[in-house]
C-alpha cells in the first residue's frame, strides 16, 4: 500500500509554499488508512467514500500536532489527487 506515498514528498500547504513528508508521516499516514478500510466507516468498492481525507486529518493532528498536515492540500497531495 505504501507504494503510492514517496518518503519526503513534496505537498503545498495553504501558504503555497512546498513542505515534504518525513517517513514518520507517510508511515502514520499509511497505517490510518489501513485502519480506515479495515473499520469499514470511509471503506468502498474501488476508493474511499468521501471526507476521508477529514478523517486522516482529524487522526493524524493526535499523534502529529506539530506536523500540522491539513487534509486539503496536505494529504490529498500526497496521495496524488
Not at 5 to 14: A, D, T, Y
Not at 38 to 56: P, Q
Not at 62 to 67: D, E, G, R, T, Y
Request: aromatic share 8%; no cysteine.
Amino acid at each position: 500500500m505504501s507504494g503510492f506515498l514517496k518518503s519526503s514528498v513534496s505537498s503545498q500547504n495553504s501558504q503555497g509554499t512546498k513542505r515534504k513528508w518525513v517517513p514518520k508521516e507517510d508511515a502514520t499516514l499509511v497505517s490510518y488508512m489501513v485502519n480506515l478500510h479495515n473499520v469499514g466507516t470511509f471503506n468502498a468498492d474501488t476508493r474511499f467514500k468521501t471526507d476521508y481525507l477529514n478523517e486522516l486529518e482529524r487522526m493524524l493532528e493526535k499523534v502529529l500536532p506539530h506536523a500540522m498536515l491539513k487534509a486539503k492540500p496536505n494529504i490529498e497531495s500526497s496521495l496524488g489527487h
